[in-house]
């Protein structure tokens, strides 16, 4: 079992950044594969990013690409997502998913461990 916990998240105006946290419970995190996905209020779950359990590979949706950045921490256990230039759009739960076998990364049931989520608001 793995257990995920994400943080960073909170109220930001539109332009601005925030970096979100999602830090794994074991050390066996090293040899998963990772994601951010995103759900809005009457929206379904949707990818954002993801990341190789190595670190070397990385994906995003559309929506993401030149404004967040997915990154890993395998020494602390943690996972990152660095959001710029933040939109109202991208108001939603943010939540980090590990998948320890094989994935498509922008399918949410193939992850096999998701955190609680974390609130991102960006005012207009």
């Known amino acids: 079992q793995v257990q995920l916990v994400e943080s960073g998240g909170g109220l930001v105006q539109a332009g601005g950044s925030l970096r979100l946290s999602c830090a794994a419970s074991?050390?066996?995190?090293?040899?998963?594969?990772m994601g951010w996905f995103r759900q809005a209020p009457g929206k379904e779950r949707e990818f954002v990013a993801a990341i190789s359990w190595n670190g070397d590979a990385t994906s995003y949706a559309d929506s993401a690409k030149g404004r967040f950045s997915i990154s890993r921490d395998n020494a602390k256990h943690t996972i990152f997502l660095q959001m710029n230039s933040l939109r109202p759009e991208d108001t939603a739960v943010y939540s980090c998913a590990a998948a320890g076998g094989r994935f498509s990364a922008t399918v949410p049931s193939t992850y096999d461990y998701w955190g609680q989520g974390t609130q991102v608001t960006v005012s207009s």
């Open positions: 074991r050390r066996t995190f090293n040899s998963y594969n």
